[in-house]
């Protein structure tokens, strides 16, 4: 936590040297620099990685809410996760998760980014995968490893599509030659661009590859979800804005592709929330939800001629990422008090736990008025993708209430071995904390409205729109209020089991679809591989058993050799080797 206070005050003193400049902070370091030929272009002659540091008004806001997230949720995870296996190999994950998100934001070589972006990538994996003692934890941490490496290795194959065409990586020597490099085409940037929002879009969890967090929502430690959720919303939403000159060099049928993408997902994610009686799942696809938002907005924005409204939708992010955190935060501590997942299970938090009740009901507040500023600065309520936009945020601010309505009012019944009468509010030192995330929040929240927070944040001036659109977009989120109101004060029982039967309904088609899956793709290829073998493997088992002979006597022999000298003359091999095949020795 020191460092974290340290980081921020850091930060808080960086921002200040920028505050009345426009210019960003920008240093460069050489760092790699290899010739791999001799004739040809001269950027393809070498293989270079610069260390570009580049610090800007969105970097400084967006490591200032990252470290506000990760001390909110260190401060809660020193009480509440006092009982969690192995403190000193969390923390130091945490550092290392902190260290590769500030390298990341202010990485302006595209090699550099993937380096900082793959640290933080295993640091979030190995603290969603912390209960490594508990099976069902590390069945359910596959997910947050397999899925987030595929989007991860999409957005590598996009940095290494661009590079093989340009041979350049700073982007600010990238985006200048997008269109006059010879061999350019516009296919060859949709490439680029579908693989890059796909990387992207795996780390800001759009629907659907939501699982990764879903999945570890409750088998995960609080803190480490809380934390992995705000803070890879941020980075990889102004990753998103970062590349979007690559993706609109490409052509405008791209961007309308992925506006409405983000479209689907925002009104996916939240509908999804609505169906199952997990609180912290529903808070996690709430704020999946919101971050497509966010990416729509930005997107659509870089449509205009001067991408006026797209930090609008970094806005957006910034302010929902801090209730995000406090959501789950106090959602996990009424559901450790209660001893129950299931919001059908619980009740009566008001009264019982009225401070942590108190800190959920706010963090869904902020959490579904976090868009209203980027739909009022970037989207008309008229337009096709308004709508889209304006029904996800309808859904998730029904979504939030629900969880708030089902954990803090009504009765609390008994279950088996379960005593409503024990059940009392969390350790007071850990009480502040989610307050202090929701503090934050509102902050941007209340900023991301104001027409001068993203003007300084882009230093561009944009017109601000009139009161009556931002009545507009409340009015929406109104709705959604008063809708889910005065459907549990109806029948609380009765929309809980609603819900119940539709996860149920949802379990049962996920698990059709992956037997079906095995049925009719894995098992004939399977029986395929078997059958090639039964004809052709036997044939060469003698050359096999042959080869294997042969081989295992040269291990036997090498092992008698010393290792390092054995070492020294196969480097020294492999070296010359690789410059005598390199291009323009030979010929």
Not at 222 to 241: G, T
Not at 283 to 294: D, K, M, N, S
Not at 501 to 527: E, H, K, Q
Request: proline fraction near 5%; glycine fraction near 10%; charged fraction near 10%.
């Amino acid at each position: 936590m020191i460092g974290v206070v340290t980081s921020m005050l850091a930060t808080l003193l960086v921002g200040w040297g920028l505050a009345r400049k426009t210019a960003p902070f920008l240093a460069t370091y050489q760092y790699i620099n290899l010739p791999v030929a001799f004739s040809g272009p001269s950027r393809f002659q070498g293989f270079g990685i610069d260390i570009v540091l580049r610090v800007d008004h969105i970097t400084v806001a967006a490591l200032f809410a990252i470290e506000l997230c990760i001390l909110g949720a260190l401060g809660w995870h020193q009480v509440m996760g006092r009982s969690e296996p192995g403190p000193a190999r969390f923390h130091a994950l945490v550092s290392v998760l902190m260290f590769g998100s500030a390298g990341a934001l202010v990485s302006w070589d595209l090699a550099e980014l993937l380096t900082f972006w793959g640290l933080a990538a295993g640091a979030t994996y190995l603290l969603l995968a912390h209960r490594w003692g508990q099976e069902e934890a590390a069945i359910r941490a596959r997910v947050a490893l397999a899925l987030p490496f595929a989007t991860d290795l999409s957005l590598l194959c996009g940095v290494a599509w661009l590079y093989a065409r340009y041979g350049v990586q700073n982007l600010s020597t990238l985006v200048p030659i997008l269109h006059t490099n010879p061999g350019w085409t516009v296919r060859s940037l949709v490439v680029a661009s579908i693989l890059l929002f796909v990387g992207v879009a795996g780390r800001l969890a759009l629907w659907p590859l939501q699982s990764w967090l879903t999945r570890t929502s409750v088998t995960a430690p609080p803190a480490a979800s809380a934390m992995a959720q705000a803070v890879w919303s941020i980075l990889a939403i102004v990753v998103l804005y970062r590349v979007m000159p690559i993706i609109v060099a490409s052509n405008s049928q791209t961007l309308k592709g992925l506006v409405y993408a983000c479209a689907a997902a925002a009104v996916a994610a939240p509908l999804l929330s609505l169906v199952g009686n997990e609180p912290r799942r529903v808070i996690t696809l709430l704020g999946c939800g919101v971050a497509a938002v966010g990416a729509a907005i930005v997107i659509r924005g870089f449509q205009t001629p001067n991408a006026t409204f797209a930090i609008a939708g970094i806005a957006c992010v910034l302010a929902a990422a801090p209730a995000r955190a406090a959501a789950l935060l106090a959602a996990s501590a009424i559901a450790s008090a209660m001893r129950t997942d299931d919001m059908a299970e619980m009740g009566d938090a008001w009264a019982r736990m009225r401070t942590s009740a108190s800190a959920l009901l706010l963090a869904g507040v902020v959490l579904a008025l976090s868009p209203l500023g980027a739909l009022a600065f970037g989207v008309s309520s008229r337009a096709g993708v308004g709508l889209a936009l304006g029904e996800g945020v309808l859904l998730v601010s029904i979504g939030a209430l629900r969880v708030y309505l089902a954990t803090a009012t009504g009765p609390l019944r008994r279950r088996r071995a379960f005593e409503p009468d024990r059940v009392r509010e969390a350790a007071r030192a850990s009480l502040g904390w989610p307050f202090l995330l929701v503090v934050g929040g509102g902050a941007l929240l209340v900023a991301s409205q104001i027409r001068g927070w993203l003007d300084f944040l882009d230093g561009n001036k944009h017109p601000g729109p009139t009161a009556g659109v931002f009545v507009i977009w409340l009015a929406v989120a109104l709705i959604g209020f008063a809708v889910v109101t005065v459907a549990y004060i109806r029948d609380k029982d009765g929309a809980l089991r609603a819900s119940e039967l539709g996860g149920v309904w949802l379990r049962r088609l996920s698990y059709a679809g992956s037997r079906n899956f095995d049925r009719f793709i894995v098992a004939p290829v399977t029986l395929i591989a078997l059958r090639i073998g039964e004809r052709w493997l036997p044939a060469g088992d003698g050359r096999v058993v042959s080869a294997l002979d042969a081989t295992g006597r040269l291990v036997v022999a090498g092992a008698r050799l010393p290792v390092v000298p054995v070492a020294i003359v196969i480097a020294v091999i492999l070296t010359v080797v690789v410059g005598l095949v390199s291009p323009g020795v030979l010929r």
